[in-house]
């Protein structure tokens, strides 16, 4: 009877320290009209632009570009990071940071004119600087060391866009 208590109890202790540290973290969900960028206080669109972090404490940051939350990052270095999410820049579908790959113009608009977008994978990436004509591939890795700025011309262009798109949809008609 203690052999088959021990045994038991053994068995328990082994499946809960199996179970340890297999929680894996998911980004939490955009709420737009109330997630503002921790950087910047701009409002943070449910878009491919949308990136967040989350820290050992569970709180999580969210930002309205990628460069704001690199802009953070640097800021708060003692900070211990749980997980980086960024959204591919097509399918706007959440993305671990470290596993996305790149790609940077000055040119290209961003929210708040970083200038750099995400993507799942090289392909996207490169499809873009192809198509574009211009831009550089980047990886997680190279991010680090990118030199970080805002290029004020790509924030105007994309302010000009963001209200043309609003204005087409005040000009539809109502369903």
């Known amino acids: 009877m203690r052999k088959t208590i021990a045994l038991l109890v053994g068995i328990g202790i082994i499946g809960a320290l199996?179970?340890?540290?297999?929680e894996s973290v998911q980004p939490v969900p955009i709420d737009e009209g109330v997630d503002i960028c921790e950087?910047?206080?701009m409002s943070v669109p449910n878009s491919a632009f949308a990136t967040e972090l989350i820290v050992d404490s569970g709180r999580v940051y969210k930002?309205?570009?990628?460069?704001?939350?690199?802009?953070?990052?640097?800021?708060h270095s003692?900070?211990?990071?749980?997980?980086?999410?960024?959204?591919?820049?097509?399918s706007a579908e959440w993305l671990?940071?470290?596993?996305?790959?790149?790609?940077?113009?000055?040119?290209?608009?961003?929210?708040?004119?970083?200038?750099?977008l995400s993507f799942k994978d090289k392909a996207g990436a490169?499809?873009?600087?192809?198509?574009?004509?211009?831009?550089?591939?980047?990886?997680?890795?190279?991010?680090?060391?990118h030199q970080w700025e805002r290029h004020d011309d790509a924030v105007q262009?994309?302010?000009?866009?963001?209200?043309q798109e609003q204005d087409k949809k005040q000009e539809q008609p109502a369903k």
């Open 96 to 116: 671990d940071q470290d596993k996305a790959v790149y790609a940077f113009d000055p040119s290209f608009r961003t929210p708040m004119g970083y200038g750099v």
């Open 18 to 22: 199996a179970g340890c540290g297999t």
């Open 39 to 41: 950087v910047c206080n």
């Open 126 to 145: 490169e499809a873009l600087i192809k198509q574009e004509q211009k831009g550089k591939l980047l990886t997680a890795e190279e991010l680090k060391t």
């Open 157 to 163: 262009d994309m302010k000009k866009q963001l209200l």
């Open 63 to 75: 930002f309205d570009d990628i460069g704001c939350m690199q802009e953070w990052l640097n800021e």
């Open 78 to 90: 003692d900070e211990k990071i749980k997980a980086e999410f960024v959204r591919d820049h097509q």
